[in-house]
């Protein structure tokens, strides 16, 4: 806006309603003056009103002069420059709140003294008529000249309790004639003018439906009848009046109806349906009326298409991410922007053009006080408006109006343009049900150049025509029938596994089929669309890994966060936040833990099969993401368990096996002990029952799936010890009664989770467990043993090489690093370091206890074989199997370093 003109521009001398207010009484002026000075506040409301009320004028009226008072100050404000659209919206909107509650307070005591109180006839309790402000007086974002969207309700049905000449009345009764009233004290229009035009359009079931409905109506409204674009009118519910704990409860009915737990992409074509239908409305009005202007609410790249974008936003993730449930407009584009999940430079540039058609929008409506979005048909009143503006002519306005609403046009066309598919060649949902079906998908599949036409052929036409597909509805239908040809353009491009492919990507679309808002996200994301079907041509793993959870879609729609370096701390930070948010709600803590792994292991996995981080790397991410969710369970478990002594507990979990190795893959179970470090007498069975708990956690199968498998087997004396040990028996065991598998065990164990003391207390006896002096020749022999009992125990009868267990795989080479260890580590003390088998093997090479060669050259044996069983492993395989001959090269050191230790004649 320009800011020399306003300067210039007296406000009271551009608005028509304004002029005729102040020719009406030459007092009001001085008043005028005397008010627009500041800002109100409802206090000032307050005051003008008994300042009225005072001179003689009754509620209705007093409030009316109150009202135009208030709209002469804001223009004036506004137009000379003194208030911004942020004061403007605001005080429009509390103006409205304070209106409300005036009269409902004023009626609902008349109400009380003709038929008693409304009392609940479940609670006993007084019952309150809650009026919810829906639309934007919902956002705090009122229009100087609107009319307000309320809704009336109250909690319980029962009756009025009467007494003496007063006339009894149900509690539905009651509430209904003082809605009534209220809309008449707001509303009627007097020589004063009226407070606000009332729309009641909003409420369940319409103009047809009873003006006041009990929560009972509205939950099963919800349940029921609740149609899609109701939902983008609840977003904004804001309870204007009643007692928190019934607003509360009525807040945990809405909750559900408006959002969903998934991420809800199906409200995209709602809302998409729902614009066409204003815009047709907008057309047929312009055709009628072609002298009309610009339309700046409802017309093309006007305030309703941003609204739009922000809400879809808020119906898509507001069931998941609680920041995006802020009813105002302009908070929640500035939380996309923050959050990442629009472009922040692209929300200034909305932002900028929200504001600027809020305040054309203003000055239209000053003119007259008319509720109107739409230019004027007479040039001298479109002049009028641009001199408003600060421009001097309205092609001036224009030159900065008009790519404005281009600009938001653009925007709003690329999230809620039609997806369409211009290939030549498509699948037809109505060809793929028809006896012809499998000639149909043939021929298609030729003209992509598929090389298993045949088999792929009969895979879909059997998915097609399986009673599942069929039952469904045609719209949901031919969206399938759309994702499957996208699916087979970007299969088309494989030279192999098309069929393994289009088979993952069927049993996936065939798990989805009813939810529909995963359809629509697909289709409405094409990218999205092909790295699904990347994935699944690459691991059988994740195919079934994104069948299981397919919440996880919207981790593909955002290239720079699916690559980004985990940033730990703001993850586990971020974690607790959500925990504590749901603090005594432990089902909910249960399905937050497991959606936060299942979206950063999903991240990993997609950088993984992108070839983004090597084995290695992937096992240390994956390791520190375990241990985070371990540090949160205890803490979380922790403030379950009754009657305990301390803030944080003293209790530590230690990591063995893979978790301990640092060498964690997708699936890998966590081998863990638990120990305490506390003297108080009730210490052992608190910290039992934390065990217990953890291990429920982490093992619970929930809705969202399952966190980890938990193997306690150890612990000191296995089976048969007890579940959580003090540090001090556990030192005695290691240290006079452990066998020596378990201090080959103890190579790979590491502080996990829990008291930082108690990690380096257990780190310390680690150490010192590990730096015994060993007997060489009873050391080898019992290792020897320890092997051929695992060898014996895992028979391979297969002609394939089994990577962990045959001669010269992966247990052979722990077992020579371990041994190494528990040999030399009294001389050597960096060897008790937790480094990983690779780097410690290299030491050992270093330190001349083994051929440095032959030492290099068994590590990179194990590193070639752990990226062998991870990749078979992504393709679904339990045992990790090769041909011989891919081996029989690679194998050679170890066999050489095995034999060099542990043959007689070595």
């Known amino acids: 806006m320009n800011a020399n003109h306003i300067q210039s521009l007296e406000g009271y001398q551009s608005s028509r309603f304004l002029n005729r207010w102040l020719a009406a009484k030459s007092e009001r002026l001085p008043s005028l003056i005397e008010q627009s000075a500041l800002s109100m506040t409802k206090q000032d409301f307050a005051q003008i009103l008994q300042n009225e009320i005072d001179s003689g004028a009754i509620l209705n009226a007093a409030m009316r002069r109150t009202r135009n008072l208030v709209m002469a100050s804001l223009i004036k404000r506004d137009l000379e420059g003194q208030a911004e659209l942020h004061e403007v919206v605001t005080t429009v909107s509390e103006f409205a709140d304070f209106v409300v509650q005036t009269h409902l307070q004023s009626l609902m005591e008349e109400m009380v003294t003709n038929h008693g109180d409304p009392i609940g006839e479940e609670s006993g309790e007084k019952q309150e008529l809650i009026v919810l402000g829906m639309g934007k007086l919902g956002g705090f974002e009122l229009n100087v000249s609107s009319d307000i969207d309320l809704i009336f309700c109250y909690n319980e049905d029962g009756e009025t309790k009467a007494s003496g000449e007063q006339r009894q009345l149900s509690n539905h009764e009651f509430f209904s004639r003082l809605g009534k009233k209220l809309i008449a004290a707001i509303s009627e229009i007097t020589e004063d003018g009226f407070s606000f035009r009332v729309d009641m359009a909003l409420r369940p079931n319409g103009a047809s439906g009873p003006l006041v409905a009990s929560f009972g109506m509205i939950e099963d409204y919800f349940l029921v009848q609740g149609r899609e674009w109701e939902r983008y009118a609840w977003v904004k519910a804001r309870a204007l009046t009643g007692k928190p704990s019934d607003i509360n409860v009525l807040d945990k009915m809405i909750f559900p109806f408006v959002y969903r737990r998934y991420l809800d992409y199906g409200v995209i074509d709602s809302l998409r349906n729902m614009h066409h239908q204003i815009r047709a409305e907008v057309i047929r009005q312009e055709t009628r009326h072609p002298d009309r202007g610009i339309n700046v609410k409802l017309g093309r790249g006007g305030i309703r298409e941003v609204e739009f974008l922000a809400q879809v936003f808020q119906l898509i993730r507001g069931g998941r991410e609680a920041h995006l449930r802020d009813r105002s407009t302009r908070a929640t584009l500035l939380c996309l922007a923050e959050k990442g999940i629009l472009d922040g430079l692209l929300v200034d540039q909305l932002l900028q053009a929200y504001n600027f058609l809020r305040n054309v929008e203003h000055r239209l409506q000053y003119l007259d006080d008319a509720q109107t979005h739409i230019f004027p048909a007479k040039l001298d009143d479109q002049t009028i408006v641009a001199r408003m503006m600060g421009y001097p002519s309205v092609e001036a306005l224009n030159q900065v109006l008009v790519p404005y609403m281009q600009f938001v046009a653009e925007q709003f066309d690329a999230i809620f343009k039609e997806k369409s598919d211009n290939e030549e060649h498509q699948l037809d949902a109505s060809t793929m049900s028809d006896q012809e079906a499998h000639e149909n998908i043939v ?58 492919t289009i088979s993952r990507f069927l049993d996936f679309l065939e798990q989805i089929a009813r939810r529909t808002a995963y359809l629509s996200l697909l289709t409405e994301f094409p990218h999205a669309l092909e790295r699904v079907v990347r994935m699944m041509a690459a691991s059988d793993w994740a195919a079934k890994f994104l069948n299981r959870h397919p919440i996880l879609l919207d981790e593909l729609l955002d290239e720079s966060v699916l690559h980004q370096v985990p940033d730990w701390i703001e993850f586990e930070s971020e ?323 095995w034999s060099s230790l542990f043959s007689p004649e070595g």
């Open 575 to 897: 974690l607790m936040q959500a925990l504590q948010a749901h603090e005594g709600d432990i089902e909910s803590q249960l399905d937050t833990l497991r959606e936060y792994h299942h979206a950063l292991l999903f991240r990993l996995l997609a950088q993984d099969l992108e070839g983004r981080v090597s084995v290695e790397h992937l096992a240390d991410l994956l390791s520190k993401l375990a241990d985070i969710m371990v540090e949160a369970v205890v803490q979380s478990v922790w403030k379950t368990i009754p009657n305990r002594h301390l803030e944080r507990p003293q209790f530590a979990v230690i990591a063995y096996g893979k978790l301990g190795g640092k060498e964690l893959s997708y699936a890998s179970d966590l081998d863990v002990i638990f120990l305490y470090d506390d003297e108080d007498q009730e210490a052992p069975a608190l910290y039992a029952k934390l065990a217990q708990r953890f291990i429920t956690w982490m093992t619970t199968h929930t809705s969202s799936g399952i966190l980890f498998d938990i193997d306690i087997a150890l612990r000191p004396d296995g089976a048969s010890g007890l579940m959580v040990s003090s540090l001090a028996a556990f030192e005695r065991y290691q240290e006079k009664s452990a066998w020596l598998w378990e201090h080959q065990a103890l190579t790979r164990a590491r502080f996990c989770a829990g008291d930082h003391s108690i990690g380096e207390k257990f780190e310390q006896i680690r150490r010192q467990v590990l730096s015994q002096i060993r007997e060489p020749q009873k050391l080898r022999e019992e290792v020897i043993h320890m092997r051929k009992r695992m060898r014996d125990a895992n028979v391979n009868r297969s002609k394939l090489f089994d990577l962990k267990h045959d001669e010269g795989g992966m247990i052979d080479i722990e077992f020579i690093v371990q041994y190494l260890i528990l040999m030399h580590a009294n001389k050597y003390p960096e060897l008790t370091g937790n480094l990983g088998n690779i780097a410690l093997l290299k030491r050992c090479g270093q330190l001349g206890l083994i051929d440095e060669k032959l030492a290099n050259e068994t590590a990179n044996t194990y590193r070639v074989l752990r990226k062998y069983q991870h990749n078979i492993r992504l393709q679904g395989e339990e045992k990790a199997r090769v041909a011989k001959e891919k081996l029989a090269d690679v194998c050679m050191a170890s066999l050489q370093l």
């Open 443 to 500: 021929s298609h599949l030729q003209s992509l150049q598929f090389h298993d036409m045949k088999d792929v052929a009969t895979r879909i036409a059997t998915t097609w025509q399986s009673t599942k597909i069929q039952a469904l509805s045609e719209s949901t239908q031919q969206k399938m029938a759309g994702l499957i040809n996208a699916a087979l353009l970007t299969i088309a491009k494989q030279k192999e596994a098309q069929l393994e």
